[in-house]
């Protein structure tokens, strides 16, 4: 069985994006360094993308070139959107859909956000493990990590790594 593994960054007070969805405050955080804060890790583990119908608009409307062209790529949303090339949609029955993929050969999957995903998914115990990397500040307003979540669940933490840049990785697994 594959497992489902949150790789996300966020900001000390747990924001995963700004209240408009935008993920610009990231852009503050150069790497002039070339410090390796985990991002490389989940393309080597992974065949599979999972996010929210959110998180998709905003990596459309970023100037870039679309960052998982070799991944299958499942977008959850309530809106119904043209087929792209390795891009299905899910719009109804995610937890079956997404307990399908989990079952499937393969990698693991990556879940990319956004907030309310995350929360549907460990409300349902399909998150296996968590890659958080906490980026040194303070939003103060803009979209949680864990909105609302409505259920406890318990984590171990694996790994943890302080960067000379005030960036934090911590890896924890589901107990």
């Not at 062209?69 to 995610?94: D, G, M, R």
């Not at 990590?145 to 890896?171: A, D, R, Y």
């Amino acid at each position: 069985m594959k497992k489902i593994i949150l790789y996300i960054a966020a900001s000390l007070d747990q924001r995963i994006a700004e209240p408009d969805g935008s993920l610009d405050w990231l852009s503050e955080f150069s790497n002039s360094e070339k410090i390796d804060s985990g991002y490389t890790d989940p393309f080597n583990e992974v065949d599979t993308i999972i996010m929210g119908g959110k998180t998709y608009r905003e990596l459309l409307s970023m100037d870039a070139i679309w960052p998982y062209p070799n991944l299958h790529t499942y977008v959850v949303s309530h809106h119904k959107w043209n087929a792209q090339e390795n891009v299905c949609f899910i719009t109804e029955n995610i937890i079956e859909t997404i307990a399908e993929l989990r079952n499937r050969e393969g990698k693991d999957i990556w879940l990319v956000g956004g907030g309310g995903l995350i929360s549907i998914l460990l409300a349902a115990d399909l998150i296996d493990e968590m890659r958080i990397t906490y980026m040194p500040v303070i939003l103060g307003k803009g979209i949680p990590l864990f909105p609302e979540q409505p259920k406890e669940s318990k984590w171990t933490l694996l790994e943890s790594k302080s960067h000379t840049n005030g960036i934090l990785e911590v890896k924890y697994q589901r107990k």
